[in-house]
């Protein structure tokens, strides 16, 4: 059992399909309610369950992803799905041990702002995993593959 920080995206809440999924395969999750308006306070929230907790693993979704960019993590893996880094935030490259999952039909951030990270950071064309069909990657095909990058990182 890992212990994971889930950080969702924009406008999403807590105890979504994707922190639920997680928890039903025998996780510990830590899924905290981020500001939607003012991204230093969910930067600050983040920083603060990460402090408290210290998870095995970072999950960040979209704008939760840019959010997981820009906390202090040390060497814990990150887990971004679809991460909105050029939206918000600073953070323009990630650390080695980051797994990322993108749809190239995503229509709200595009596949290619994940390519770029990936390129930005040194880090191989495999840390960029692509699947799912949308923005949301709610489907069981990236559920399961979120599952083993979460499962993957932690060891």
């Not at 693993?57 to 820009?70: D, P």
């Not at 040194?122 to 709610?138: C, F, K, M, V, Y």
């Amino acid at each position: 059992m890992a212990k994971i920080l889930f950080l969702h995206g924009w406008t999403s809440i807590p105890g979504g399909v994707k922190p639920t999924y997680l928890a039903q395969n025998g996780h510990e999750v830590i899924n905290p309610a981020l500001d939607d308006d003012d991204f230093a306070a969910a930067v600050q929230t983040a920083q603060a369950e990460y402090d408290q907790h210290e998870p095995d693993v970072i999950v960040g979704s979209s704008r939760g992803g840019a959010v997981a960019m820009n906390i202090e993590s040390k060497d814990t893996p990150l887990v971004l799905l679809c991460p909105a880094w050029k939206k918000w935030g600073t953070a323009a490259t990630v650390k080695p041990n980051t797994t990322i999952l993108h749809s190239r039909q995503d229509d709200v951030v595009p596949f290619a702002n994940s390519e770029e990270l990936i390129a930005n950071s040194g880090l191989p064309s495999s840390a960029l995993i692509e699947i799912g069909t949308d923005h949301r990657l709610a489907d069981p095909e990236p559920l399961a593959k979120m599952l083993e990058a979460c499962e993957d990182g932690r060891g």
